[in-house]
């Protein structure tokens, strides 16, 4: 209240020609000023991530979901199918990205939570067998983390008779 009466003393001070009104900041005025400094001629986008990401991991599912059917698709499934690629183009396009794992040779260094380590005999170096929830970037960003079980070879322990033998 204090600063209000002070800032009405001030502009007293000087002739009624040169005083300055205070501005009025409603949403529209401001949402041009923030266009004006972008140099677009939109207002600038908010983006909940959270929800982004949540959305591409459900389509992800479902177009994996899709992919795993047996035996011959029916002309739903196969419809359902195209919209749910077009849907990953069209998001795709707009800077979000989802990255599955499965089978990728896989690296302690990588930004993933892994959740199982499963033995397997089969294997020679540690391979992602199952994401279980994707990668999702949006516009180069990470805004959220994969997770992956990660099958390792199997360990050659050897005993003391096998080493003797």
């Given at each position: ?69 047996d ?65 999702v ?23 003391v ?5």
């Amino acid at each position: 209240m204090m600063s209000r009466i002070r800032a009405a003393l001030r502009q007293r001070r000087h002739h009624r020609a040169f005083r300055i009104a205070a501005p009025v900041w409603d949403d529209a005025r401001l949402d041009h000023l923030l266009t004006s400094l972008a140099g677009t001629d939109e207002p600038p986008n908010v983006v909940d991530e959270a929800a982004l990401a949540d959305a591409a991991t459900n389509l992800w599912r479902a177009r994996k979901k899709l992919g795993r059917c047996d035996g011959p698709a029916s002309t739903q499934a196969r419809q359902a199918g195209r919209y749910l690629r077009s849907s990953h183009d069209a998001l795709a396009l707009a800077g979000l990205i989802v990255q599955d794992h499965d089978g990728a040779e896989f690296d302690s260094g990588l930004s993933l939570e892994v959740l199982v380590f499963q033995d397997d005999p089969a294997l020679t170096t540690e391979v992602v067998l199952e994401t279980v929830r994707p990668s999702v970037y949006f516009r180069g960003r990470p805004i959220l983390m994969g997770q992956v079980i990660v099958g390792c070879p199997a360990q050659h322990k050897q005993t003391v008779e096998d080493h003797h033998a």
